[in-house]
């Protein structure tokens, strides 16, 4: 400890004198007309031409930039695009420089060419022009991204840039759609977004951009200023055959004090208006919180759906009103509600064949299932931020309520049964955030979350199963299996910040507690209808209760090219649980140091290159360590009989990043390694009816390598985005089935390769092909190794007629080659036209989706020592007729 506080201190004292050796030059930017110039390029050189330092002004058109004493003949230069570059000679190094920058029609060397779209870079934000982008029959804002180079926009919604997931999505600066931004791409007409900009080190946090070392990347929709003056939206009504219905109403309004984007959707053709409620940056959020628990206990069992896109598998009626509205009382202080409910209904229909390979035997399992599902999803969160120069304050008050019901037949073997299972969440939490610049430029920070939440489960089944374990081997009526997991959490801590010109130190301390307690019974009821318990060894009554101490020392140092953060977190765990009833009292204090390093180096303007490590440990929760079996689904028992798991796991990557905005030109490429060492392994015991789990103390280790690299290019010739890509994963890990450990690897590459064409005027066409190619194997038994071949091909070609009338031809070829297996082809194609009004501000669509009416679709898995083959059961040929009225 005391090398720790000696290394403090060595660090506080060369930042001190880092600061020392520092001066400041400040002024302001302003046109001729002196009005403030926002997001100004200033660059301070030298004699030669070198940047020295750099920075952007701020609202206000104000500036600082660091600089040595030894430098000589230094200038001050400033640009932005629609003005004429000003440079300016240094003569007084304590003077403050005001620069006035007269309008220009050109402030860039560009080569004009005709039909070729542009990029303009301002700082660390990158503008795509949406016109450059769109054609006729795009409708959102959602159809142009695809087509914008280094932006990927993936089949969930999911939006990256250059391989980097967006962190938000802001409507003129503001955030109104939270990280649920989905339906913000699918609804905002491309024709209201004048341009899109990739904004990175994205830093929402005023106060945080002076000194930002923020490596977040978000997009910022810039909307036109004759659609801010008015409502947007449109109402949508559609009906077809058989039996199909799908209808829409938008509405939103983009002011500078007031947005929203509201929603109610419905429909029965197969699209799950639940994606639009998807957060993407989730794992983030529930990593800040630090509470892990587990999502649920009980199961339908269900075999999933199979892989292909969700709008072909799914049998549905749902409907979602999904309402996000941001007020604005001035440009510090707003506040925001984001409400939605959910009602779904699916239907599920599959058969499954699976063997299992171990020595001497072989488990086979011949499964037939029917699940009708219904969930309903609540969700409400209402947001205050005050967001100024000097402090932040951010507070976010979140209801959740969910229920889940589903009824399903099985027949496991010839062995038929019922199920009914039930699941509902409550969960009600506030997080709050504020942090103070004081005069010195120190920050202050004090977080604070607080959550309880409920999750209760019943699962039904009858008659009962497999009487040799649960009923002395009678048959019998039922079983009666019943959870629950009410879970009280709360973390709080507070930090300060030393911050200069390049060095920032920043020192967390804080504490989190989460208290649960888990009671579950499994009742089983007999031929008389008497209900009894299976067993007391079939029964918890555990109480949790996880405390933890922590502090963390974050050190960042920052000169523009190079950057570099390093993090000494220090926690003290402790964790107490006790089941009476099983004799299980036990307790577990650990003291860990978990340091992570990330290194950044600017190697041109635009490229640069990243390294990172971190060593880690974990422990298990609640669910590592009960001991009474839990009935998880119909064939499985769940029990444990080893400590809380640990895990001590280190990780190391790196990444080049490389782009040419002017030539549209991206490409990044990334590396990562980790390995885990882990204190227990779950054991499974399977036989011909049931899987029994319990997880017993034996350590194992997991390893994973993986790398990726993808390129997106404009070609301007043949006005068409080109992208490719490559990515390996490799992971090795042991299981135990059946006494028998196996130790497993298993790698996956995949192959990516796409084109998005403008043809001509009235065409045009877009293809993507996968091609994915996986081998698993095993050291042990006499079983198969592997390898599973898939090529996935979608393309599509859009005609335009008569200025009005757009048609779409789109297919999709899926090829699966497997070991031993026949090989598996599907063709899914679908046509639809569409009559623009233009005096209606009316679209008349005629569609028709799998038009080869495919009713069945088989998916075959071949793993080191199993297989399996599914059979399921999808929606067949579809066609509509809808009308869109736009306003």
């Not at 969930?156 to 759609?177: E, F, M, T």
């Not at 003290?572 to 390093?597: C, H, Q, R, T, W």
């Not at 067949?876 to 736009?886: P, Q």
Request: hydrophobic share 35%; aromatic share 12%.
């Amino acid at each position: 400890m005391k090398k720790y506080y000696l290394i403090t201190l060595l660090c506080f004292l060369v930042g001190i004198s880092s600061a020392y050796a520092q001066k400041q030059l400040k002024g302001k930017v302003k046109d001729a007309k002196g009005t403030p110039i926002e997001s100004a390029s200033i660059n301070l050189k030298d004699a030669t031409g070198n940047i020295l330092s750099f920075t952007r002004t701020n609202e206000k058109g104000e500036y600082i930039l660091s600089f040595s004493e030894e430098n000589k003949d230094l200038t001050i230069e400033a640009t932005t695009i629609g003005y004429t570059k000003k440079v300016v000679e240094i003569t007084e190094l304590s003077k403050s420089y005001d620069l006035t920058l007269q309008e220009s029609a050109t402030n860039l060397k560009t080569v004009v060419v005709k039909n070729k779209p542009t990029l303009t870079v301002n700082g660390d934000t990158l503008n795509y022009k949406t016109s450059d982008f769109a054609d006729k029959q795009d409708r959102s804002i959602g159809d142009v991204l695809r087509k914008m180079p280094g932006i990927t926009v993936e089949e969930s919604g999911k939006v990256s840039y250059n391989g980097k997931p967006i962190s938000a999505l802001y409507i003129d600066g503001d955030n109104v759609l939270d990280d649920k931004y989905s339906i913000g791409t699918k609804s905002i007409p491309h024709g209201a977004v004048d341009k899109v900009q990739v904004i990175e080190k994205d830093q929402p946090i005023k106060m945080l951009r002076k000194n930002n070392t923020s490596e977040d990347v978000a997009l910022n929709l810039v909307i036109k200023d004759e659609a801010k003056i008015k409502v947007l939206g449109d109402v949508r009504a559609g009906a077809g055959t058989p039996n199909r219905f799908d209808a829409n109403a938008n509405a939103m309004m983009f002011k500078k004090k007031a947005k929203f984007i509201n929603n109610i959707k419905g429909n029965n053709i197969g699209i799950d208006p639940g994606l639009d409620l998807t957060s993407f940056n989730f794992e983030d959020y529930l990593k800040r919180l630090d509470n892990d628990k587990p999502s649920g206990f009980l199961s339908a069992g269900a075999a999933g759906v199979p892989t292909l896109p969700q709008k072909r598998t799914l049998f549905n009626k749902a409907g979602l009103a999904n309402l996000n509205n941001l007020y604005k009382f001035n440009e510090d202080f707003q506040i925001r509600a984001n409400v939605s409910y959910l009602y779904d209904q699916r239907d599920q229909q599959y058969s499954k064949f699976s063997e299992t390979y171990l020595s001497g035997q072989t488990i086979t399992y011949n499964e037939l299932q029917e699940n009708a599902i219904n969930p309903q999803k609540l969700q409400t969160k209402f947001n205050v931020l005050a967001n100024a120069d000097n402090y932040y304050f951010n507070d976010n008050l979140i209801v959740n309520y969910g229920t889940t019901k589903t009824n399903s037949g099985v027949v496991t073997n010839g062995i038929g049964a019922n199920q009914s299972l039930k699941q509902e969440t409550f969960d009600i939490s506030n997080e709050l955030n504020y942090r103070k610049k004081l005069k010195s430029e120190n920050t202050f920070n004090f977080y604070s979350y607080i959550s309880k939440s409920t999750q209760p489960e019943v699962l039904n089944i009858n008659p009962g199963l497999n009487e040799d374990i649960l009923n002395n081997g009678n048959p019998y009526a039922g079983l009666n299996q019943y959870v629950k997991l009410p879970t009280l959490y709360a973390n709080n801590y507070t930090s300060f910040a030393f911050v200069s010109s390049k060095f920032t130190q920043t020192y967390k301390l804080g504490f989190n507690v989460q208290q649960q307690q888990l009671n579950s019974e499994l009742y089983r009821v007999q031929n008389d209808q008497t209900t009894e318990l299976v067993s007391s060894q079939m029964t918890n009554d555990l109480d949790w209760l996880k405390t933890k101490l922590y502090t963390d020392a974050n050190y960042e140092y920052n000169s523009g090219k190079f950057k570099t953060s390093l993090s000494l977190p220090i926690s003290y765990n402790m964790i107490n649980y006790e089941d009476k009833a099983k004799g299980l009292d036990k307790n577990l204090n650990k003291f860990f140091v978990n340091p992570s390093l990330n290194v950044k180096y600017q190697t041109g303007i635009e490229n640069y290159i990243t390294a990172n490590y971190s060593f880690s440990n974990d422990l298990g929760g609640i669910d590592d360590v009960y001991r009474g079996t839990i009935l998880k689904n119909y064939r499985s028992l769940f029990a444990n009989d080893a400590p809380i798991s640990e895990r001590k796991s280190q990780s190391v990557g790196a990444g080049f990043s490389f782009r040419k905005a002017m030539q549209m030109f991206f490409f990044n490429l990334n590396a990562s390694y980790s390995t885990s060492t882990v204190n227990t392994i779950s054991s499974y015991t399977i036989s011909n009816n049931i899987q029994q789990r319990i997880v017993l103390p034996y350590a194992n280790d997991v390893s994973s390598l993986s790398f990726g690299a993808n390129a997106s290019k404009y070609l301007f010739n043949i006005r068409s985005t080109i992208n490719a890509g490559v990515g390996f994963s490799q992971s090795t890990f042991e299981q135990l089935q059946n006494n028998e450990l196996l130790p497993f690897t298993s790698q996956n590459t995949n192959y990516k390769a796409g084109i998005d064409s403008k043809i001509n005027n009235f065409l045009n066409w877009s293809y993507n092909a996968t091609y994915s190619v996986s081998t698993n194997k095993t050291s042990k038994v006499d079983a198969i190794k592997n390898n599973n071949q898939q090529l996935r091909q979608q393309s599509s070609i859009t005609a335009t007629a008569f200025k009005s009338v757009f048609m779409t031809l789109s297919a999709e070829h899926i090829f699966t080659h497997q070991s031993t297996q026949p090989d598996l082809k599907y063709l899914f194609a679908d046509f639809n036209m569409r009559y623009k009004f233009q005096k209606l501000k009316t679209d008349l669509e005629f569609g028709i989706t799998n038009l080869a009416n495919i009713k069945k679709f088989e998916a075959n898995y071949l793993s080191a020592n199993s297989f399996s083959s599914g059979t399921y059961y999808i929606p067949g040929r579809v066609a509509m007729m809808k009308a869109t009225f736009s306003f």
